[in-house]
């Protein structure tokens, strides 16, 4: 008694072009179908031979990302934040790496969604977390004021259950202050599961841990999330900031973050500053704080430290992120 709108993903192969026989037509077929999907749905696919390469390689990739964990090939890049007024560093970035056996190293866009679709991303999230915590706990134990621990959270490990529990247990574990660490969200995170998830970072907030929102500008256009959520920390997205100030539109786009962040009493961040001409633009309209190449690049533990003792960071720099410079 109800109208029901049906749509299809179709996958089309030639024969014999294709295959001479029928498992090999399915399994082509079935590819192109799959093809079909990732372009939107409800259209057709011819099958090639580089659906096929691809798909070979995903699924040589996958079984190296279910042994990558336990074979201990994955590491941690640290990048250093500034204060924009002082230069100073406020905290760091801890960053995913992959020492693939054959490949090198890997950055997360090669295999960071792969693991969100098969189920990885738990472990492996819980692994930064614990790992970046440790590096954490070992600059204070060396009597090292970093400033606070930043880690990028995916919208698979908020919406487990139990991720407060497994943040809880990590930072008594390993003796880090939950005041030390800032936890970076992307707007599509956010908005998913919106009041899930604005109760889980309420959470945070209780707790003093505090809450970033990561490539700002890149993905929802709606800004109620910005009253809503309880986040405190904006970054300007890289593709904001790479054609700075040369550009009239990114220019127009980073003041108009910078001030909606300051009239909301948000820190806001620069990411991808690499020269002084960028600095100089977003110190003149009030950016609080940048990352980028320019006065850090991301590296190991070990290096970081080195690091951290020619910045002669004042201790107090570390006391407030909710208040300007």
């Known amino acids: 008694g109800k109208e029901i709108f049906v749509t299809a993903s179709i996958g089309i192969v030639v024969y014999p072009l294709d295959g001479r026989d029928r498992t090999t037509l399915m399994r082509h077929a079935d590819l192109a179908m799959y093809a079909a999907k990732a372009h939107g749905r409800n259209n057709f696919q011819f099958y090639s031979d580089e659906m096929n390469v691809k798909a070979r390689e ?4 996958e079984v190296d990302l279910r042994r990558a964990l336990a074979a201990g090939e994955f590491f941690l890049h ?10 100073k560093i406020i905290g760091t970035e801890a960053l ?13 866009r090669d295999f960071l969604k792969l693991a969100e679709e098969n189920g990885l991303i738990r472990p492996i999230g819980e692994w930064i977390l614990r790992e ?3 590096q ?3 600059w204070l134990a060396m009597d090292m004021d970093t400033g606070y621990m930043a880690i990028n959270i995916s919208g698979h490990q908020l919406r487990e259950p139990d991720f407060i529990d497994v943040v809880d247990r990590t930072l008594e574990d390993t003796g880090v202050d939950p005041g030390l660490l800032d936890l970076e969200l992307t707007e599509k995170v956010l908005m998913e599961s919106a009041q899930y998830t604005l109760e889980t970072l309420t959470d945070f907030k209780v707790r003093g841990i505090s809450l970033t929102i990561d490539d700002f500008g890149t993905g929802y256009s709606s800004l109620s999330y910005l009253k809503n959520f309880p986040v405190d920390k904006i970054k300007i997205a890289q593709d904001f900031v790479g054609n700075l100030p040369g550009d009239p539109d990114n220019a127009a786009i980073a003041e ?3 001030l909606m962040a300051r009239s909301l009493d948000l820190n806001v961040m620069a990411e991808g500053v690499e020269n002084m001409q960028q600095v100089e633009f977003l110190r003149r309209h009030g950016c609080h704080a940048m990352q980028g190449y320019l006065l850090g690049a991301p590296a190991p533990g070990g290096e ?3 690091h951290f003792r020619r910045s002669g960071r004042p201790a107090a720099a570390a006391t407030s992120r909710k208040t300007s410079p």
């Open 96 to 108: 995913l790496r992959w020492q693939h056996e054959k490949k090198g190293i890997l950055m997360p």
């Open 304 to 306: 970081m430290q080195d």
């Open 256 to 258: 108009t973050i910078i």
């Open 136 to 138: 954490k706990a070992r």
């Open 58 to 61: 995903r699924n040589a990739l």
């Open 132 to 134: 970046a915590c440790l």
């Open 78 to 87: 640290y990048q250093p934040q500034f204060d924009l007024k002082n230069a």
